[in-house]
């Protein structure tokens, strides 16, 4: 189970830190993402992060700006986002399990297979 926390509402320009925690560590969680969705918007891949750290991605829109992390044992996971702007207000997931042995879809929802409830993050 995945659990986010950390959302709210924050000015422009203003950071927010969320926090993804798994009731249990599992290999799954060897590499981890966050997702956002906006009101008639695909859902869209953020910040990826593999094997505690080693390597992480971005998507263009966060370089910069967010930064993914992981704690030591590896049940939580962390997205540090600074310079709030009003198009990061989405709901915002972090998921686990990468289904596929590429990482070229890193960023896409259907290669993640477990899903948090999600947090909102609101931009104004």
Not at 38 to 65: D, M, Q
Not at 93 to 100: D, E, I, N, R, V
Request: aromatic residues 12%; hydrophobic residues 35%.
């Amino acid at each position: 189970q995945l659990v986010e926390s950390g959302g709210g509402s924050v000015r422009t320009g203003g950071s927010l830190p969320l926090s993804c925690i798994a009731s249990t560590y599992t290999d799954d969680m060897k590499r981890m993402v966050w997702f956002r969705q906006a009101p008639g918007k695909e859902r869209e891949g953020v910040a990826a992060i593999w094997i505690g750290g080693r390597s992480t991605y971005y998507a263009n829109s966060v370089k910069g700006r967010f930064t993914i992390s992981q704690d030591n044992p590896g049940n939580t996971v962390y997205l540090e986002m600074n310079n709030l702007k009003p198009e990061d207000t989405a709901m915002y997931y972090c998921a686990a399990a990468f289904l596929l042995p590429s990482i070229v879809a890193r960023l896409t929802a259907s290669s993640w297979l477990y899903w948090g409830q999600g947090t909102q993050v609101t931009v104004s």
